[in-house]
């Protein structure tokens, strides 16, 4: 049923793809993000949209997560989620505004740029498994060993690999 507001409907799939989709987002855009607030500094405009970023792309990452995401029209992601919080993490929406500091408008650049790394690095923990780092130092050995585990499961499974074909192309 769709959200007349938001434009959201209730996604529940137990594809494959999506499951890797979300660990892959979770490893690249996530980590790409929080590299970013840390590296923010004393920029406390840069840090709030950074923060909007975060809470956005969280969103969007949970539709893919097999039975419990939410598909959201583009646009409204950031407004599903400061209303009904994160679903595929398990977040309501007054423990997710008090993670990213939206109660504390007047919080310094420090205390947001530690707040958010804290929330964000402690969602990336909290998953099952290992999430690929695709933004260290040791990145590409991390994402090889992910694809080669996920081909495997797949083949198992007797999903079609073809969807891995692009990530490894856009190593």
């Known amino acids: 049923m769709a959200d ?3 434009g959201s409907t209730l996604v529940i799939s137990n594809s494959f793809e999506n499951l890797v989709d979300f660990f892959w987002s979770a490893g690249t855009g996530i980590r ?12 406390p405009e840069y840090l709030k949209a950074l923060r909007l970023l975060l809470v956005e792309t969280l969103q969007k990452m949970g539709h893919a997560f097999p039975g419990s ?6 646009g409204h992601e950031l407004a599903f ?3 009904h919080g994160l679903p595929a993490f398990n977040i309501g929406s007054a423990e997710l505004v008090r993670a990213v500091c939206l109660d504390r408008p007047d919080a310094s650049a420090e205390t947001l740029c530690a707040a958010l790394l804290s929330f964000g690095n402690g969602l990336i923990e909290q998953l099952p498994g290992d999430v690929p780092d695709g933004m260290g130092t040791s990145s590409q050995r991390q994402i090889l060993r992910a694809m080669r585990n996920w081909s495997a499961a797949a083949a198992d499974t007797g ?9 490894f192309e856009a190593l």
């Open 4 to 6: 007349p507001e938001t």
């Open 32 to 43: 790409s993000i929080l590299e970013d607030i840390g590296g923010a500094g004393n920029q």
């Open 69 to 74: 995401g939410v598909s959201v029209a583009p």
């Open 81 to 83: 989620a400061l209303q």
């Open 159 to 167: 999903a079609d690999l073809g969807f891995l074909a692009k990530r």
